[in-house]
């Protein structure tokens, strides 16, 4: 799901510490920084999130760990 950077969303996953990146899923290969299913993953990933970003890019496939 692709949906535009929200301010609101931004301010909420800082305060709450929501966890939805790939750093945070049960498919994550730490070793490799790759996706188990080899699911392009750059936009999944926290370093996204901390950067400039535009689009909020959640995985259908997210599995919490
Ligand atoms: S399933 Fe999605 S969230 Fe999980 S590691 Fe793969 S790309 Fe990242």
């Known amino acids: ?6 301010d609101t ?5 800082r305060t709450y ?10 498919f994550f290969h730490e070793p490799s920084s ?3 299913h080899d699911f392009p993953n750059e936009e999944h990933r926290q370093a996204y999130y901390d950067s400039a970003y535009e689009w909020i ?5 997210f599995e919490l760990v």
């Open 1 to 6: 799901m692709r949906i535009p950077r929200d």
């Open 17 to 26: 510490r929501l966890r939805f990146t790939c750093e945070h899923c049960a």
């Open 34 to 36: 790759r996706c188990v």
């Open 9 to 13: 969303f931004e301010e909420q996953r």
């Open 57 to 61: 890019v959640f995985c259908k496939d």
